[in-house]
């Protein structure tokens, strides 16, 4: 299957500074990437979809100003976490959507586990 | 809206056994696809299998395939031998043709027992 690279898997930051999580197709162009949250034993929750050269659309309950996404290339889709707060620690999982072959799939990146102390 | 529903929170297998984890679905759309997704503890998602909507015939891919009654909103997962490896939490996942984000189920945690 496709690959889908993230960066970084680790981030540990204090509280008020601004982290960026890149996500990364690497053997496929992704107009759609996705951004969900994950919290420990919970399902995925979608935070928003990102369209490359246009805004992104967000979920309802979700802060576009603290969560600002990116998808400037067909390969790469950014999320950044603004004035990062404790309450923000969880993992962050991307994904992006594939039609090769005529089969719409979604292949995952591995996760990026940001800690705000 | 769609939900999914995924009843078993946890279930527990024999090695070389086979097992089967339930998923239903709500939707009032004709064109989706729905997947399983496999996320050991490593924690990255990684597909197991897909079906669309609109095939009859159940998809396969070696020893998992699925279950699909389209009219009862059904999508069980047949995990066939079981093994080790197979210990993960699955994730059953909607996506509606023309949107493409996923709606997750709560997972099932599978445990094989050597």
């Known amino acids: 299957g496709a690959v889908v690279s993230q960066h970084p898997s680790w981030v540990i930051c204090k509280s008020g500074t601004s982290v960026k999580i890149e996500c990364r197709s690497l053997d496929f162009q992704a107009t759609t990437m996705f951004w969900y949250r994950q919290f420990p034993k919970q399902s995925l929750m979608l935070m928003a979809t990102s369209n490359e050269g246009s805004k992104a659309t967000y979920e309802q309950g979700v802060e576009k100003d603290k969560f600002l996404i990116n998808h400037a290339s067909l390969t790469l889709s950014t999320l950044t976490v603004t004035s990062a707060h404790p309450e923000d620690s969880s993992f962050y999982i991307c994904?992006?959507?594939?039609?090769?072959?005529?089969?719409?799939?979604?292949?995952f990146g591995p996760g990026t586990r940001l800690l705000v102390l | 809206a769609q939900t999914v529903t995924q009843s078993q929170p946890e279930m527990s297998v024999q090695e070389a056994e086979t097992v089967t984890l339930s998923c239903t679905y709500d939707?009032?759309?004709?064109?989706?696809?729905l997947f399983w997704y496999k996320q050991p503890p490593s924690r990255q998602m990684i597909l197991v299998i897909r079906q669309e909507a609109y095939k009859q015939q159940n998809a396969t891919e070696n020893r998992f395939s699925v279950n699909f009654q389209k009219a009862a909103k059904s999508f069980s997962l047949k995990i066939s031998d079981s093994q080790l490896g197979d210990a993960a939490m699955y994730f059953c996942a909607y996506m509606r043709g023309s949107q493409g984000n996923l709606i997750f189920g709560k997972g099932t945690k599978l445990s094989v027992k050597p």
């Open positions: 994904s992006a959507r594939d039609w090769t072959g005529g089969e719409e799939t979604q292949y």
């Open positions: 939707t009032s759309e004709s064109d989706y696809y």
